[in-house]
């Protein structure tokens, strides 16, 4: 007679997670136990692979560093897909048993390899691959209108417009604020303990 679990797959799943999180909260519960505290400005100093650290470690970075790292990071991730597919592709027993799996495969990565290539043409389109920038084109535009009447529009002062309702009762807070400034009536005392 088959034995029952009484446990569901979801609550394996949550054992072993539970027992994770355990071994992991243990871990580095028994590191803060164990190991020595002692800072020293030579610990707390930044480490830069054994050079002696000089300057502020803020400093102005070139965002193009990162480009150029997610770049090698997407061809590098290609390689890690396109080695499986190898596998499969030489696999004969695989090939042997229907010639559409390798016509299969051989299409796919071709898609794959050709998305890629056309993320590759649009970054080096775009100039992102390019380690000195080009200086930047300011467009001239060409129109009939002369410079100075933009000048003129640009010094002219606009007044924005009330209602004069609106200008009346401004007027009129104004006027009340002024009037009703008073001083106290009375003087507060305070009792010493």
Request: neutral net charge; charged residues 20%; aromatic residues 16%.
């Amino acid at each position: 007679m088959a034995e029952v679990s009484s446990i569901t797959e979801f609550g394996k799943v949550l054992i072993f997670l539970i027992t994770g999180i355990i071994f992991v909260g243990l871990t580095f519960g028994l590191n803060k136990f164990i190991a020595p505290h002692h800072p020293n400005p030579e610990k707390n100093s930044s480490y830069e692979c054994g050079e002696e650290a000089t300057g502020n470690s803020w400093i102005q970075f070139n965002s193009r560093f990162y480009v150029i790292a997610l770049i090698f990071l997407l061809f590098d991730v290609e390689m890690i897909f396109v080695f499986p597919w190898a596998t499969v592709f030489s696999d004969k027993a695989l090939i042997a048993t229907d010639v559409r799996w390798g016509w299969l495969a051989f299409t796919e990565m071709l898609i794959f390899i050709g998305i890629l290539l056309l993320g590759l043409v649009y970054v080096w389109r775009k100039k992102d691959l390019d380690w000195i920038k080009p200086t930047a084109f300011i467009p001239q535009v060409n129109t009939a209108i002369p410079v100075n009447a933009y000048q003129a529009i640009n010094q002219e002062k606009y007044i924005p417009f009330q209602h004069k309702a609106k200008a009346e009762a401004i007027a009129t807070v104004e006027i009340i604020t002024e009037v009703t400034v008073a001083k106290p009536k009375f003087t507060p005392r305070f009792k010493k303990a």
